[in-house]
């Protein structure tokens, strides 16, 4: 028949549908600038402790608070130390401990909310108030009193950030199951007689995995802002180590006669929120999940 | 010469590709609606029919541009007008009655509100005129009691009332033109033929020209005195309906009304081969040609223009039309079903009830079912290995109720279902042996959603593969090519995704993923009304190939009883979850029959304009069985009287052996539906 050979698209390896989808993503002024943000701030964490040009603890009482110069591009803080080479350095345990943290949230949010989603009845109802419950403490008093108890290590950190912005996820993921859950290839499934672990394995994941991703993509943002909160209040990362949120906490005061040291680290930080965020809204609009798509009259 | 309404010249309608070629849904259409005349425009889905009524009243879906031509209505160009002219026009001079007016309507304005909106704006009434027009309206579209129906909300109508508050609102406005989109799609066949004689109504009443789009040739034959058929957004034929129904002189119009089953015919018709083509994949020659019986060689490279033929008030697109013409005489030859039935009975249904109420906490707790009047009750059929066996019925008549418990997805109330009359099915999924969910597969109405739009075909046919008989790397492939190619789909598809698929092959594939457990009993669940006429027929003959070649059961869900006449042996035919009557299909199609039967066979649209739809009994909707007496009481026009509403019907068999579940003596019924 002719007609086969309408369709030309065969079955696409990974590599070739992740290619197409960053292109795709690229191909948008606002992508573009998403992405290139971000792959600049992943960049620099992995390269700025090879090009930093001073050493982020090496304090020098003679250089306080120095204006930007040739010498020190970005100034010099309270207590001597390069800006620069602190704000290059800053965003490196922050990015990494969000990341994981991030994928975390993804793996208990979204898994636990297939569950729910299919399993419904009393199992999901239970489940979902416990999650409601815990929606409604507020995140960062009940992250406090597990650092003060437990510390600041990364080891405590990054799943209890994990945990906190997993439950949103947890709505999300039961949410986008409940839209799969009634079609028929489900309800096929079910009368084969597959297993649950089966069906969402190979029926609902496929299928739900777009929407779970792009709004781990958000959490992450999220989760950058509230980890900087957090060292910003001295409960994250803890000095001499710089960090965005702890640079912004010790410069804050002398704002008005040394605004360079507050600016680089607050620069930094807002540029990597609006990078995930952008690039997270690209990736929804690459994978065809638009939330702000206009009615058809 | 009567008065031409709208104009269309020359249209083109088309979107840009992602590599920027020009790729046409309406190519080059001209017409003209002349007043007073119903005008039907029919084809298959993608064929470009509703695009072209909407260009009709000056709208272009988005994503879509116009390339070229116009839709002149009272001498002005509709596709390039602004916006605040076409207010104008629209609702006042044309108006539009959509396929789903449950989704038309605001769910919270109350109906009376709404149709005083669509005054306000279309017309010049004062305020005590409106609430005078508005009842005037609704009593034209013959909804009883307009006054109290003004007050209500939409979800509080039923299907065939809320299309009708519809064609009120289209009528407020006093249009010279209406364009429907499906009007009568979604609803039952009852109300389908209701609506239908009311729009007849409504059509000589106010002298409106409409224009009826739809893709099924029997309801356009009641309303329409012309029809144009539509065909990969060409016209490639337009005449008086009559000619056109009758003598067609197109080929797919000819092969389009050979492969329609009708009630007059028991046996499966013929198949039209292939689908239609994708936008912008036809460049040179007859968009027809890959399917056409009588193509030559010229129709490969040469596409035929419009042809108009005096003597025949016709338009077709066709260089062999000459020959058609001469004997284009629908002879329609059917494929007459073998009955592979045997005599061993594989499933017995016994006073199966099903119920959907919910259970108070008590009954929770005792794990069981208290419902004094469920939804489906008394049940009883046996069906025999190898048989078809058609469950009949309107929306609400429990048919797939009763399916979904055959297959464990429901837990009965009670009763038994036994298969190979020693293995009791389990109600509930859970406790079902993994061999018994085997040997019961489901085939579902709609593909789109019955694949997993993520799984490649093969991945799909895989999966009973794997579960069932563990098969693995060649063996596995193997299997699947050999299902695939049962099903007449060839290897390459393996690869392919769903959405590559068209709606004939989607559903081959899930025909083959039912058979791929190599089950006893097949349930099908209204398994070709999502398809097209021309796939229909296709799809059918395979289910009759596959069943005489595997010598499966086929338990059989259709509202239509003209698909079920084709392909079953034997009919059942329920109503608010109870049977009215049971018999081998050549039987129930004769009288006498149960008066819902009799309801039902009166309300069947067929292509031709000499018979038409016999509305017998009232399309009121029932919300809930009634406590006692016979299930179809309420609308029954027979009504004997209190025997009737307090006593349950007895079972009557018939000489030919069809059991008849009415007071009603069987003479007394045969004297009366005969005449």
Known sequence: ?297 | MTEIIQKVKNLSIGFKSKKGEEILILRNISTNIKKGETVGIVGESGSGKSTLALAMMGYVKQGLYTIGGECEFNSSNLLKMKNRDLEKIRGRKIAMIPQNAGQALTPNLKIGYQIDEALQLHSDLKEEEREQKISELLNKVRLPSPETIALRYPHELSGGQQQRVAVAMALAGTPDLLLLDEPTTGLDVTTQAHVLELLNFIAKDTGTSMVYVSHDLGAIAQVSDRIIVMYSGEIVLEGPSRDILKKPIHPYTYGLLKSIPKLSLAGLPQSMPGSQPQPGTMHRGCSFFDRCDFSEEKCKSNSPQLEYLEELNTSVRCFNHKSLMNDSQVNQTVNKIKTSLQDKEILNISEVSISYAKQNLLDQVLNRISDDNPTVKDININIKKGETIALVGESGSGKSTILKSIAGLLRTKGGVIKFDQKRNLSSDLKERDPNDLRIIQLIFQNPDESLNPNHTVEEIIAQPLKLYFGLKGEELKKNIKELLQKVRLGEFYMSRYPRQLSGGEKQRVAVARAFAAKPDIILCDEVTSALDVSVQAAVLNLLQQLKEDFGTTYIFVSHDLAVVRAISDRVAVLYQGRLCEVGPSKDVYQFPSHPYTEVLLGAVLEPDPDIKPKLVAEDIVEEKPPQKGCSFQGRCSRILGDICKNEIPPWQITNSGNSIRCHIPLKELQKDQIN
């Open chain 1, 1 to 297: 028949m002719k007609l086969d050979n309408i369709y030309q698209e065969e079955k696409k390896s990974n590599f070739a549908k992740v290619s197409e989808i960053i292109i795709t993503m690229a191909s948008r002024p606002s992508g573009f600038i998403g992405l290139s943000i971000l792959i600049f701030h992943v960049i620099l964490a992995f390269i700025s402790p090879y090009i930093a040009p001073y050493d982020f603890k090496a304090i020098n009482p003679t250089l306080m608070l120095q204006a930007p110069s040739a010498e020190y591009w970005f100034g010099t803080d309270d207590l001597g130390r390069d800006v620069f080479t602190r704000t290059i350095l800053g965003g490196r345990t922050a990015l990494t401990i969000t990341f994981f943290g991030s994928l975390i949230a993804l793996l208990w949010g979204g898994l636990l909310g297939i569950f729910c989603g299919l399993v419904g009845g009393k199992t999901d109802d239970i489940v979902m108030r416990i999650v409601d419950a815990f929606l409604s403490i507020p995140w960062i008093l009940a992250m406090l009193l597990i650092v003060s108890l437990l510390g600041t290590s990364t080891e405590v950190l990054i799943p209890a950030l994990g945990f906190f912005y997993g439950k949103g996820i947890v709505r999300v993921a039961r949410a986008a199951t409940h839209d799969v859950i009634a079609k028929d290839f489900i309800v096929s499934a079910r009368a084969r007689g597959h297993s649950n672990f089966s069906i969402i394995w190979n029926e609902i994941i496929p299928n739900v995995r777009d929407a779970i991703l792009v709004e781990g993509a958000m959490r992450w943002s999220w989760m950058l802002l509230g980890f900087s909160s957090l060292s910003f209040l001295g409960f994250g990362v803890s000095p001499p180590t710089p960090d965005w949120g702890l640079m912004i906490s010790n410069a804050r005061g002398l704002m008005s006669f040394a605004y360079w040291s507050v600016i680089a680290p607050i620069v930094g930080l807002s540029s990597l929120i609006i990078g995930i965020n952008l690039t997270a809204d690209a990736f929804a609009k690459a994978l065809g999940i638009d939330r702000s798509t206009k009615a058809p009259v």
